[in-house]
């Protein structure tokens, strides 16, 4: 494998486009070819930065044809930086197909960190933090979502999931009926003007977004079964 990094993974913002880091940007300008997962979504970002670099779209349905081409670039000596519509590339977004091609035609490959819808919303859920479970998105059928939820009413762990703000009140209301004092948090429209981070029972947030329903995008995260005995539910007060 060659020394130099062909595949620039690169973590890109989710919301506020000042979250760009200094090496993100340094690696766009540098670049030969952006991957992007919607070309005219991250095309709004590189106007913003002022980057004009060949752009080509990279996503779920045409990442396996997509990756060879790029490859065959890459091979030739040129650097493809890949981002998504936010946050890091491959985590629930388009891209681990694409690595694994490049890992198997031995192509270097670097990861540029940068936000997470993930860390975000754990680090201001006000939730335990030590150990947290990462579920993805919820599913779209009920039965199925409802199974993943009360999975993860049983975990010692912190979860985190994406959800739709279209679905998201059936979510809480499952939770809700199930544990009504669980604890936990809604973040919606991270880094945005707009941010929100709703932290109660599962009950009380239910009960909210029920009465307010919720817009943009949501993170749902749920607190552990068992909380630490330092750890201050809502509404509680130091002796």
Same mark, same amino acid.
Request: charged share 25%.
């Given at each position: ?60 349905h045409n990442e396996a044809m997509r990756s060879e ?73 009920? +039965?199925?979502? *409802?199974?993943? !939820? %009360? ?6 762990? @912190?979860? =985190?999931?994406?959800? #739709? ?38 009950? +009380?947030?239910? *009960?909210?977004? !029920? %009465? ?6 949501? @993170?749902? =995260?749920?607190?552990? #079964? ?14």
């Open positions: 494998m060659e020394d130099t990094p062909r595949l620039i993974l690169v973590a890109t913002p989710i919301g506020n486009l000042g979250d760009l880091t200094h090496r993100a940007l340094t690696a766009l300008r540098d670049a030969d070819i952006i991957a992007c997962e919607d070309t005219r979504h991250s095309g709004r970002l590189l106007k913003h930065y002022e980057i004009e670099k060949p752009k080509v779209s990279l996503h779920e081409a790029l490859v065959a670039e890459m091979k030739q000596g040129k650097t493809v930086a890949l981002i998504s519509d936010a946050g890091l590339p491959t985590i629930s977004d388009p891209g681990q197909r694409f690595l694994q091609r490049c890992l198997a035609a031995g192509i270097a490959y670097d990861v540029l960190p940068g936000p997470s819808a993930v860390l975000t919303a754990l680090a201001g859920s006000g939730l335990p933090t030590e150990t947290f479970y990462y579920g993805g998105f919820l599913p779209n059928k009920s +039965g199925r979502r *409802q199974r993943v !939820l %009360e999975e993860a009413l049983e975990r010692d762990e @912190t979860c =985190v999931f994406f959800e #739709s703000p279209h679905r998201l009140v059936r979510s809480l209301a499952v939770l809700a009926a199930s544990e009504p004092d669980r604890l936990v948090c809604v973040a919606r429209e991270l880094t945005k003007l707009h941010q929100e981070f709703r932290r109660d029972r599962a009950e +009380g947030v239910h *009960q909210h977004f !029920l %009465e307010r329903p919720p817009k943009g995008e949501i @993170t749902l =995260v749920i607190g552990p #079964s068992k909380v630490p005995n330092w750890f201050a539910r809502p509404n509680e007060t130091d002796s």
